[in-house]
């Protein structure tokens, strides 16, 4: 698998869908879901654990808080990543969003480009970091390193 599967708990469809779309066209994140309730987000993501990789949460919900989300899965697997996308990104609110567990927090208005980078940056890191490590081998550790090397 070469994406990021992603949850979004977001209550508008429009910007759902646009999200959606967008994070799957050029940051090939695969969305495995959506919710627009506090419970339903909370519900699936505790409920699904080895489904999903990111989760991007909105703040004010039709029905809810997306903090109470964020609280919900706090003890999540670090390599799960949670981040907020929200109009209310204040720097207060960002502390507060930290202090629950969020990765990250993107302002709908003005910070939608850096949510893509940070999804691509997920991915990369994700399905590239394990390519790049080797254990460390007998025959390595026997081989003398050059002082032009350092």
């Not at 990789?53 to 919900?61: H, K």
């Not at 697997?77 to 202090?99: I, Y």
């Amino acid at each position: 698998m070469s994406t990021v599967r992603t949850f979004i708990v977001e209550d508008n469809p429009m910007i759902c869908e646009s999200l959606a779309g967008t994070l799957r066209e050029v940051a090939r994140v695969d969305p495995v879901g959506q919710a627009e309730s506090e419970v339903e987000g909370t519900r699936w993501l505790t409920r699904n654990l080895s489904q999903w990789d990111l989760a991007i949460v909105d703040l004010f919900l039709k029905d809810g808080t997306g903090l109470n989300v964020l609280e919900a899965c706090r003890h999540r697997d670090p390599a799960q990543k949670m981040v907020v996308l929200s109009n209310h990104a204040t720097p207060d609110m960002r502390r507060r969003c930290a202090q629950l567990g969020a990765d990250a927090v993107f302002d709908k208005a003005t910070e939608v480009d850096d949510l893509i980078d940070y999804c691509l940056r997920r991915r990369q890191a994700r399905f590239m970091a394990p390519a790049s490590f080797s254990p460390p081998s007998a025959s390595s550790s026997s081989t003398p390193s050059s002082p032009a090397s350092h």
